[in-house]
């Protein structure tokens, strides 16, 4: 099996599978005051700093939640809560994530005014068209970090500077799923107010997020209320197993980060110049994030490569995995023409992918134009 989908999801590592098994092993819940129950609460403790540490942020910052989606979602709601006396209008983009752009879709049927920022045809946004977009009544800025289908790395510490000369009372989120241990993250560095982020794009498991909540946001909404776990943010007994499979994780990841980046950057580097080669083979967009190559084979329809090589054993994906079956919002976005866009696939690569991968991927693709017609 060949595995190029680590946009959609990464593989566990079987270190990361045992720390979740021996952590849930030890049931005890992190409220109690026996000392088993201590034992776990210093655990999950520990598991937050260690995830802060890779963001350099103070751990009181991370909040654990279920996904990436939750985090999403808490950051707008309690977003516009905190804005609610300064206006009612939110600036994103027309590419963010489902989980950002149907919060704030629901957020319009309140009377919010959205601003979807579109891209060019490389994939990128600018912090001008932040700048142009910007009003007095404005409360949230959201745009994601890097883009799950392009791969291209959006300006947020330009946004930020941009926000902070116009003394903008709008607080800026981004949603650094597809960011976090890929590119340079820390939410400090770059002028976030607020953070998303999901482990299992980082090799850990699905079902666990956080969300970095500024310091100076003391009175941020809480997003469940009982028994005041997460600094009374995020109620609801600690996901203890999912938590120390995020930390293993995150720092497996971050020992080897610089080699990492370098190694999926190369694989990039090298599946790009074999697939462009490929006559019928085009560069959609030009993104940077190291592990995401958007390409188009040009009146292919995706669904019959994804399935054709699919059943060869070959994971990779049409587009977002999570609009299956038509075509992406971020594909129309980008103003594709009708074959073209028709065409596009993700590759996304891991530390583990290799360059023999990529040339049996290759391959495939070339096989798959050779033997059919193209029929868009
Ligand atoms: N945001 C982006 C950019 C994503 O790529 C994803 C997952 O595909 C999410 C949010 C949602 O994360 P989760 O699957 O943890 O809910």
């Given at each position: 099996?060949?595995?190029?989908?680590?946009?959609?999801?990464?593989?566990?590592?079987?270190?990361?599978?045992?720390?979740?098994?021996?952590?849930?092993?030890?049931?005890?819940?992190?409220?109690?005051?026996?000392?088993?129950?201590?034992?776990?609460?210093?655990?999950?403790?520990?598991?937050?700093?260690?995830?802060?540490?890779?963001?350099?942020?103070?751990?009181?910052?991370?909040?654990?939640?279920?996904?990436?989606?939750?985090?999403?979602?808490?950051?707008i709601?309690?977003?516009?809560?905190?804005?609610?006396?300064?206006?009612?209008h939110i600036i994103t983009t027309a590419v963010e994530h489902s989980?950002i752009l149907e919060t704030c879709k629901?957020l319009q049927?309140?009377?919010y005014e959205v601003t979807y920022l579109k891209p060019d045809?490389?994939?990128?946004i600018?912090?001008?068209q932040v700048?142009d977009a910007l009003?007095?009544?404005t409360?949230l800025v959201s745009i994601m970090?890097?883009n799950?289908?392009?791969?291209?790395?959006f300006?947020?510490?330009?946004?930020?500077?941009?926000?902070?000369?116009?003394?903008?009372?709008?607080?800026?989120?981004?949603d650094?799923?597809?960011?976090?241990?890929?590119?340079?993250?820390?939410?400090?560095?770059?002028?976030?107010?607020?953070?998303?982020?999901?482990?299992?794009?980082?090799?850990?498991?699905?079902?666990?997020?956080?969300?970095?909540?500024?310091?100076?946001?003391?009175?941020?909404?809480?997003?469940?209320?009982?028994?005041?776990?997460?600094?009374?943010?995020?109620?609801?007994?600690?996901?203890?197993?999912?938590?120390?499979?995020?930390?293993?994780?995150?720092?497996?990841?971050?020992?080897?980060?610089?080699?990492?980046?370098?190694?999926?950057?190369?694989?990039?580097?090298?599946?790009?110049?074999?697939?462009?080669?490929?006559?019928?083979?085009?560069?959609?967009?030009?993104?940077?994030?190291?592990?995401?190559?958007?390409?188009?084979?040009?009146?292919?329809?995706?669904?019959?490569?994804?399935?054709?090589?699919?059943?060869?054993?070959?994971?990779?994906?049409?587009?977002?995995?999570?609009?299956?079956?038509?075509?992406?919002h971020v594909?129309q976005a980008l103003g594709?023409?009708?074959?073209?866009?028709?065409?596009?696939?993700?590759?996304?690569?891991?530390?583990?992918?290799?360059?023999?991968?990529?040339?049996?991927?290759?391959?495939?693709?070339?096989?798959?134009?050779?033997?059919?017609?193209?029929?868009?």
């Amino acid at each position: 099996m060949i595995y190029l989908d680590h946009a959609a999801t990464t593989p566990v590592p079987e270190a990361v599978a045992n720390e979740m098994y021996r952590a849930l092993l030890s049931y005890a819940n992190p409220s109690a005051q026996y000392p088993m129950g201590q034992e776990a609460k210093k655990e999950v403790e520990a598991h937050r700093a260690t995830i802060a540490r890779a963001l350099d942020c103070d751990a009181p910052c991370l909040h654990f939640t279920s996904c990436g989606t939750e985090s999403d979602n808490w950051a707008i709601m309690g977003a516009v809560h905190h804005g609610r006396h300064v206006g009612k209008h939110i600036i994103t983009t027309a590419v963010e994530h489902s989980a950002i752009l149907e919060t704030c879709k629901a957020l319009q049927q309140q009377g919010y005014e959205v601003t979807y920022l579109k891209p060019d045809k490389t994939g990128h946004i600018t912090a001008a068209q932040v700048a142009d977009a910007l009003r007095e009544d404005t409360v949230l800025v959201s745009i994601m970090l890097v883009n799950n289908e392009t791969g291209c790395i959006f300006p947020l510490a330009d946004i930020a500077r941009l926000l902070q000369e116009r003394k903008s009372r709008a607080l800026l989120h981004t949603d650094a799923v597809q960011g976090f241990l890929k590119v340079p993250c820390a939410p400090a560095k770059l002028g976030v107010d607020l953070m998303s982020l999901s482990a299992h794009k980082v090799g850990g498991p699905k079902g666990i997020g956080a969300l970095y909540i500024a310091p100076h946001l003391k009175n941020f909404r809480p997003l469940l209320f009982g028994g005041g776990q997460e600094m009374s943010r995020r109620s609801g007994t600690e996901a203890t197993a999912q938590i120390a499979g995020f930390a293993k994780a995150v720092s497996l990841r971050k020992e080897q980060l610089e080699e990492s980046w370098q190694h999926m950057a190369a694989i990039k580097a090298y599946c790009s110049e074999k697939l462009l080669n490929i006559d019928g083979i085009v560069a959609v967009g030009e993104g940077q994030a190291p592990h995401i190559l958007a390409v188009s084979l040009v009146g292919y329809p995706s669904a019959n490569v994804v399935t054709d090589l699919g059943a060869q054993g070959i994971c990779l994906s049409a587009g977002s995995a999570c609009h299956r079956g038509k075509l992406s919002h971020v594909v129309q976005a980008l103003g594709l023409d009708k074959r073209t866009a028709g065409g596009v696939l993700r590759l996304s690569f891991g530390p583990e992918t290799t360059t023999a991968d990529i040339d049996t991927v290759c391959a495939a693709l070339e096989q798959h134009m050779r033997s059919r017609f193209p029929m868009l």
